[in-house]
C-alpha cells in the first residue's frame, strides 16, 4: 500500500511541474487563442491534481486503518 501512495505523491509532483509548465508558455503566448490553450491545460493539470490528492488522502485513511487493525 504503501507504493501506491508513493506513486501517487511522484504523480502529484509531475501535474505541479507541469501546471508550472503551462502556466510559463501561457505567459510567454502572443496569441490570445494559444494563451487560453495553455492556460485550460494548466486548469486540466489543476484537476488531475486535485484528483490524485483526493485519492491520496483515501489510500492514506486505508493504510492507518490497516497498520490499526495489525497492532
Known amino acids: 500500500m504503501q507504493q501506491i501512495l508513493d506513486g501517487i505523491l511522484e504523480a502529484i509532483e509531475d501535474e505541479m511541474r507541469a501546471q508550472k ?3 510559463m508558455l501561457a505567459e510567454k503566448a502572443t496569441d490570445p487563442k494559444v494563451k487560453k490553450f495553455f492556460e ?13 490528492r483526493t485519492r491520496y488522502e483515501a489510500f492514506a485513511k486505508i493504510l492507518k486503518a490497516d497498520k490499526g487493525e495489525n497492532e
Open 21 to 23: 509548465h503551462y502556466q
Open 40 to 52: 485550460q491545460l494548466r486548469i486540466d493539470e489543476e484537476n488531475h491534481e486535485q484528483a490524485l
